[in-house]
């Protein structure tokens, strides 16, 4: 499930769609389907990337497709988020709340962006099955 909410994250007030302005805010549940992995930046952070899988909604655009399925990028520099991803196991349902980031990324002398979610909040919401 993949939605824009009107929540706050982490004390920030959050705009609406209703025409308060433009909202940056993704909340999705899915299955995990990468081990988390920490890497250490050159600047010194941390942060932990992993995979979701979160269920596709039957759209007017997918009329047709046999996917059902999407998976989506994640990655959080936040301490108490970190830790608890590093817990989760492949197969594992989380719930993530956050923000969609393009990343500059380079790379075997290309360069490229990539979309992923900066997750703000986690949590496991049931073990692998």
Sequence with gaps: ????????????????????????????VGRL?????????PSGDRIVGFRLSVPRRATPMGKG??????WVDCVTASARCRRSALRWSVGDEVQVRGVLRRRFVRGAGAA??????????ARRQGAAR
């Design 112 to 121: 490229g962006t990539r979309l992923e979610v900066e997750v703000l909040q």
């Design 1 to 28: 499930m993949a939605q824009v909410v009107d929540e706050a994250v982490d004390g920030a007030a959050a705009e609406t769609e209703s025409g308060d302005g433009p909202v940056n805010e993704v909340v999705l």
């Design 65 to 70: 497709s046999r996917q059902t399925r999407d």
């Design 33 to 41: 389907t990468v081990v988390p992995e920490e890497r250490v930046l």
